[in-house]
Each structure stands twice: as C-alpha cells, then as structure tokens.
C-alpha cells in the first residue's frame, strides 16, 4: 500500500480511474489534471470518475497544485516514502489503490504533457468499456522521433507476441481492470521496472495476455519534456532493452508458439484534424561518434557474443566512413536475437554490461536509419520500418533455434 494517501472525498468505488505519476511536477500537474477532468466530464458524464496523483513525495508543492486544479472528478493523492523514486513504483501504487476502488476502466497519463487533449481522455478509456484489454497510443511522430521503438521495441514486439502495437513504449494508456491482478501479482518485478522501465513492462504483459489490444488515433504529437526525441539516452535505452530480455525469459513457452503478426484495432479514426508533428533535429556525426567508440570499449564483448561473422561486418562498417555509413537489417537483427539469447545464461553484471555494450551498436543502427530515410516522407519511413519488422518476424525460426539451443547448452 502506499506510504502516505490523501482522499479528501472519502472516495470507495469510482468507474473510471486515471493516474498522473509525478516527480516535482508542481507547474504542470494542475493544468494535466483539468484536462483530464474535461476529459471526463464531456464524455463519460453518467460515470463516477477519480483522478489520482501518483507522486514520488515531491518537495516543490506537486500535491497542492493537484488539489487546486479546477473540476468535478474526485481526487486523490498518493505518495511513495521519502527517498524513493521512479515512476514504476508511482504506478505500482496506483495499481493498489485501484483495485479497491474496483474501477471499470484505467488510464495513465504522464504530467508533464503540454498538450493534452480531452479527445484523448475519450480514445484511451472508450475501448475499455468497450472490451479492450490494453490501449495504446498512436501520437502523430516526425520521422526522427522514436528511434527506440523504432529500431528495437516495435520489431522485437512484432515477432515475439505478434501484435503491430506501433507505440507501446508511449507512456500513456489505458487498461481494464483485468489486468491489474496480473500486474501486482506479477511474476517478475525489478528496480528496473521500479524505474522507468515500467512502461514497457506493462506493454509486454499486456501483449503476452492474450486480452484485446486497440491503438488509439491521438491526431497530434505528444510534446512534453523528455520522452520521443532523447530514446538514444543510455539509461533509457538500458532499462527498455533489459526489461524486453528479461520478460523473454518470463514468456518463453508463450513466444517460440507465435507464428505471424496481426494487425491491431484502431479507435479514434474520426478524428477531423490532425496536427503536424515538430521538427526534430538530429546530428548524424555525433551519434556517428559514439558507435565509432564503442569499438575500443566493446568489440571484444561483440566478438564473444555475436560470432566472428558478425564482429567482421562491424568492422567492415566501421571502415567504410559516416558519408556511405549502413548497418543493415539483417546484421541488426542478429545482434539483436543473439544479445537476448546471451542476456538469459548472464549473470547479473555480465547482462549489464552485455545492455551498455549494445548501445553503441543500436546508435550505429539509428545512424543508417536516419541516412536511409533522409530523403523518404513519413509514410515511406513508415513503410521501411514495415518492411524491416517483416524480416524479424521470417528470421524467428533462428531466434528460437538458438534459444533452445542455449536451454540445452
């Protein structure tokens, strides 16, 4: 249970819950939580709803501004002990307290979002009530945004669980309360996923529940402080990979069976006007820079892990300069299988330095995407980004053939 509660209404039952976890978010929260309160009001207006502020005891005023923040919804306030931090333990919290307040729809968004929308309050819950499992979002993106799910999540989520969930690293969504026993009864919970590995452990188990999945139109970007443009971040980037392998172990009688992918249920398709995303800067000689660093670091740890076919290619890479620069698919998507299947047999240490030496060589993969795609509109990125999942999902039989052969080895 959490540490320290507020619920200044007395609240015992509420329909539909939405939590906004916060760290220090005092000049943001309110303004998030009249949105969603909107959001509430204009479309669920016969449900009781609550709206709780999930919080890592914030010293800068975060619980007073929620509670100013003007509308109908009831509000509660939560907060983890002093000291602890990360979203993933917000959300636990929230998973808690609504269970006892046996809710018929779930929804989380982050506070920091400068644009919300009460649309978006509609096309997150709706598909609940309507019998949906989990919804993600699907955010209008700039072609050089979500260079993790792009490159990593979305691929890997594909072949594995086959479901094409475009963004279900987003951050926000909404759920049934089906899921809830699942998620706090779960079978494989770590300071990772305490972190800011929690929204991509919620996705993966929701995707290996076998209950609908539904992508929600948003009809414009999300534009807040962090997320989307900075998924190259080590620490990130580390948490995401991590919690993927960790959960392939979790499923691995669910996975090997998965054949293909399916296409998943869109909600929210009548939306009338959709926003052009912002402009993303990238810097190609930079992140150029990093790769190329990561062969004095690593190379040894690529040799030993991925075999001296694929350690020749990054050589051959390496060599041929930024100007004609290319990781192609097939060598990725290797590194990829083979760094899940040497992650499971890793001690805990090993697997860490397996995930930071990865890094460099998914900055490579980032830098041939963006030379790739220079020139393509979105839908054509969008296109090649298809194309590129569709050589993970006919490679599996490779994935499985080397997971099994670790098993026995």
């Known amino acids: 249970m959490a540490f320290y509660e507020e619920n200044p209404g007395q609240i015992t039952q509420a329909d539909i819950i939405v939590g906004i976890p916060s760290v ?19 479309h669920f207006p016969g ?31 939560l907060s983890t002990q002093p000291g602890e931090s990360g979203k993933g333990r ?9 269970r ?29 009530l309507k019998g949906a499992g989990f ?18 999540v979305y691929p890997l989520f594909r072949c594995l669980y086959g479901r094409r969930v475009r963004q279900s690293n987003a951050g926000d969504y909404g759920f049934s309360p089906k899921l809830l026993d699942l998620y706090l009864d779960a079978p494989f919970w770590s300071d990772t996923v305490a972190n800011s590995g929690i929204d991509i452990w919620m996705a993966n188990m929701a995707l290996a529940s076998r209950l609908p999945i539904v992508q929600a139109v948003m009809g414009a970007p999300k534009l807040h402080r962090l997320k989307g443009r900075y998924t190259h971040l080590p620490q990130m980037f580390a948490e995401t990979v991590g919690t993927i392998f960790d959960l392939m172990e979790v499923y691995d009688s669910y996975w090997p069976l998965v054949k293909w992918s399916k296409p998943t249920a ?26 190329m660093e990561g062969f004095d670091k690593y190379y040894r740890l690529w040799e030993h892990v991925y075999g001296p076919i694929v350690a020749r290619k990054l050589q051959e890479i390496r060599s041929i300069g930024l100007q004609h620069f290319s990781l192609p698919t097939q060598t990725w998507m290797t590194i990829l299988f083979d760094s899940a299947v040497a992650y499971r047999g890793m001690s805990e240490q090993d697997r860490k330095d397996l995930v930071e030496g990865l890094h460099p060589l998914y900055v490579g993969k980032v830098v041939s995407y963006v030379k790739k795609i220079w020139r393509m509109s979105l839908q054509q990125a969008e296109e090649y980004i298809e194309n590129e999942c569709m050589m993970f999902e006919e490679n599996k039989s490779y994935l ?5 052969k670790g098993e026995r080895g």
């Open 24 to 42: 220090n978010e005092a000049g943001n929260i309110a303004g998030a939580a009249a949105r969603v309160d909107k959001g509430l009001s204009e």
């Open 47 to 77: 449900m009781s709803c609550a709206i709780i502020n999930c919080d890592n005891h914030s010293s800068d005023g975060t619980r007073e501004a929620f509670f100013s923040a003007p509308g109908t919804a009831a509000k509660l306030y």
């Open 90 to 98: 917000n959300i636990r919290n929230f998973f808690e307290k609504a």
């Open 100 to 128: 006892q307040l046996n809710p018929k729809a779930l929804m989380v968004l982050e506070a920091d979002i400068r644009n919300i929308s009460p649309v978006w309050v509609r096309n997150l819950v709706a598909p609940v």
């Open 135 to 152: 919804v993600c979002p699907l955010y209008e993106r700039h072609k050089y945004e979500t260079f993790l799910s792009n490159s990593i």
């Open 266 to 291: 869109l909600f929210g398709t009548d939306l009338q006007e959709v926003d052009t995303p912002l402009p993303v800067d990238v810097n190609p000689e930079g992140l150029h820079q990093v790769f």
């Open 400 to 404: 499985i053939k080397t997971w099994t």
